[in-house]
């Protein structure tokens, strides 16, 4: 099932985003009130109860959290059937919470990547006939002959160039607030040298179809790039965290908060530097639901459903 209203994508008519498709040019100014939320995997019932426990939204999905900040890390698609109906969620959930006074970050994961390399590894048992109706599909891509016929409407709409993916490209791939920096996998020292700016403009780039795929996205599971690495969440000994200290101190930051890796609760690392979010709380994995809180930049703490 679809989500009813706004269809972002179809019959036609292609609806922008009111900032355009590029990363905003002024950084994220500290918030009183921040809550963050691991991966979601295209389950729209686990989505919809995460904002609600946030303190986001209610039960019509209308915006009702003042001037909340709301994180998410990537990886809202994949694993589960609700692919659509979780992107059109948080696209209309990011307008909502502008017009309301808040803001709605949504950060690209790994299985926002498969998408953009016309990659459908990793997906619930059949997320693809949702896409069938998206305005602007281009079926004859060559890129989408590696799909079986049935998948290359989902193909066509996140694949780089595509019409979900132009929307995708207003997400950054690595976000600083304040003392904190938000990403899927983690920022290593090269990465952290290289620049977030420049991290998420090469991103963006190749979402809206104007680049070849960028250096800081490439690679599989455990790489070093953003949105793979395991360092920063998995079996972190003290070497992760003499490393995650070098990114902290090229980052001007205090703390790194990331997911990517299944954890039954909340984890905390390297003196509370280090904190690992994502307790597979979509139906792919079953596990429980959630959140950590910021208040002023300085207490963290875990919301549990």
């Known amino acids: 099932m679809k989500l009813s209203a706004p269809n972002y994508l179809l019959f036609g008519v292609i609806l922008m985003l009111p900032l355009g498709c590029q990363p905003s040019d002024e950084p994220p100014v500290a918030a009183h009130r921040i809550v963050v939320m691991g991966d979601l995997h295209a389950d729209i019932g686990v989505t919809r109860k995460a904002f609600q426990l946030a303190g986001a939204t209610d039960k ?3 915006w009702t959290g003042g001037s909340l900040v709301i994180v998410q890390l990537g990886d809202f698609i994949g694993r589960s059937d609700d692919d659509r109906q979780v992107l059109d969620f948080l696209l209309d959930i990011r307008q909502k919470a502008r017009a309301g006074g808040g803001t709605v970050h949504v950060l690209i994961g790994n299985h926002e990547i498969f998408g953009a390399r016309v990659d459908n590894q990793a997906v619930g048992r059949n997320p693809f006939s949702d896409f069938e109706d998206v305005a602007g599909l281009n079926l004859e891509d060559p890129r989408l002959g590696r799909l079986p016929e049935y998948q290359r409407a989902r193909g066509a709409a996140l694949m780089s160039g595509g ?5 995708l490209a207003d997400f950054p791939a690595v976000l600083k607030i304040g003392k ?24 963006s780039q190749w979402l809206l179809g104007n680049t070849r795929e960028p250096n ?24 992760d965290c003499s490393v995650l200290d070098e990114s902290l101190r090229i980052l001007g930051a205090e703390r790194m908060i ?23 709380m979509s139906r792919a994995y079953g596990g429980k639901m959630q959140l950590l809180e910021i208040i002023d930049d300085e207490v963290l703490s875990v919301i549990r459903l």
């Open 163 to 167: 019409p979900y993916a132009k929307l």
């Open 180 to 203: 904190t920096v938000f990403v899927h996998g983690g920022v290593v020292p090269r990465w952290a040298e290289y620049g977030i700016d420049k991290i998420n403009a090469e991103v």
């Open 216 to 239: 800081s996205v490439r690679g599989v599971d455990n790489g070093d790039r953003v949105m793979w690495t395991r360092q920063f969440s998995y079996n972190v000994d003290p070497y």
């Open 258 to 280: 990331v997911a990517h890796t299944v954890h039954p609760e909340i984890t905390v690392n390297c003196d509370s530097k280090l904190w690992g979010i994502d307790v597979g």
């Open 60 to 62: 019509n999905d209308d």
